[in-house]
């Protein structure tokens, strides 16, 4: 199925879109492509903001996108992978029964179904600047995102079609 149908399809049913994705079978590329895509997407997503503030401020809008690009494109995406490592130890704790993929898939996965709401959020940012309605959007992109890696975890390391992947 069609990536943008199932990031639709999350905000409806997490956990059955990563029980499917999980079904799948182990593909670390996969993974890395569903983080890669999110952070592409958040990066994206700032743009209309950086060039509010670079207006604002009178600077250079390349230096604050090449900024965002290397943190968005390098640095986060290695903080995932740590988080990744240690969401899926803490887990362990209580008995978690996925693996070390199925942990990275589904934080992987949960941040790219919450970047349409990220997308939402920049727009907002870069055309009515820190407003209400920005603040308000901005949480229900970090409510969305939250849902998600509840329920995409609870999927991934507690379903039973976890025990063998």
Known sequence: MAVSRDIFRTWRAPRAVMR??????????????????ACVVIFIAQWPRLAREAHLLGEDLSQRVSYEMVAWLIVWPLIFYVVAIIVHGALKLFRARGSWYSARLAIFWSMLAASPAA????????????????????????????IFLLQTLREAEFGVETADV
Do not use: I, N
Not at 20 to 37: C, I, K, T, V
Not at 125 to 145: D, H, Q, S
């Open 119 to 146: 997308l939402l959020y920049g727009l907002m940012a870069g055309f009515a600047g820190p407003t209400a309605g920005t603040k308000l959007v901005g949480l229900v992109w970090l409510c969305a995102l939250a």
């Open 20 to 37: 499917e994705l999980l079904s799948m079978g182990q593909r670390e590329d996969r993974a890395l492509a569903y983080l890669m895509s």
